[in-house]
């Protein structure tokens, strides 16, 4: 009997609330409100295309800005997934996934390895707001992401031109390298590291 695969996380600060519930082996049922409009459309992207169910209900101090909205929403999510993974054992570890959005392209390559580590390019001279949603922010949301899942990210985005086509296909391609990178390989019996630990 193997154990769902599913991560709970509440934070809560000053600036902010959140409740994340991730289920990997789901569906793709998504339900997002962090009161800011594009963001809530990213997450339900990375739900679907990652067929995890998830669930994210965050108030922040959005009086502000929506920069800790996002930040924590983006730690809460990655400690979730990383709880989610528990010892990782069977799981397939690498995977990278291209994903074309009209004019832009993004390749996202993942090892859930253990370790945090972010490498990160886009295209320069975006237009710097979607909605309420700052472009820089993007950067800000995997970084946080990898420091508390703690895995190593590879996300290219070689060419686009429209910020939310640029913005969305790189979480739709970082959805379907997680989900394979997270999916049980039938062949993989123990935890597939040398090291024997993930
Ligand atoms: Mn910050």
Same mark, same amino acid.
């Given at each position: 009997?193997? !154990?769902?695969?599913?991560?709970? @996380? *509440?934070?809560? %600060?000053? *600036?902010? $609330?959140?409740? @994340? ?7 793709? #049922?998504?339900?997002?409100? %962090?009161?800011?409009? /594009? &963001? ?10 990652? !067929?995890?169910?998830? $669930?994210? #209900? =965050?108030?922040?101090? !959005?009086?502000?800005? $929506?920069?800790?909205?996002? *930040? ?12 989610? !993974?528990?010892? #990782?054992?069977?799981?397939?570890? /690498? ?7 009209? *004019? ?11 370790? +945090? &580590?972010?490498?990160? %390019? ?10 309420? &949603?700052?472009? %820089? ?6 970084? $946080? ?5 703690? @895995?190593?990210?590879? @996300? ?15 979480? #739709? ?6 989900? &394979?990178?997270?999916?049980?390989? +039938?062949?993989? =019996? ?9």
């Amino acid at each position: 009997m193997t !154990l769902a695969r599913v991560g709970r @996380v *509440e934070r809560t %600060t000053k *600036e902010t $609330s959140v409740l @994340v519930e991730i289920n990997l082996d789901g569906t793709g #049922k998504v339900d997002v409100a %962090t009161g800011v409009g /594009f &963001y809530d459309h990213m997450l339900d992207q990375l739900g679907r295309h990652g !067929l995890f169910d998830l $669930s994210v #209900k =965050t108030e922040g101090d !959005l009086h502000i800005d $929506s920069h800790h909205t996002i *930040e924590d929403t983006s730690l809460a999510l990655g400690a979730a997934f990383k709880q989610a !993974l528990g010892d #990782k054992r069977g799981i397939v570890r /690498f995977a990278d996934a291209s994903v074309p959005l009209d *004019e832009s392209l993004a390749r996202v390559t993942v090892d859930l390895s253990g370790r +945090p &580590y972010l490498v990160h %390019t886009e295209p320069d001279g975006m237009a710097p707001m979607i909605g309420e &949603y700052d472009t %820089t922010m993007t950067r800000h949301i995997l970084e $946080s992401f990898v420091a508390q899942a703690q @895995v190593a990210l590879h @996300v290219h985005v070689p060419y686009g031109r429209n910020a939310h086509h640029i913005v969305e296909c790189q979480f #739709k391609a970082l959805a379907r390298a997680l989900r &394979y990178a997270s999916e049980i390989d +039938p062949r993989q =019996t123990g935890i597939p590291s040398t090291k024997g630990a993930l």
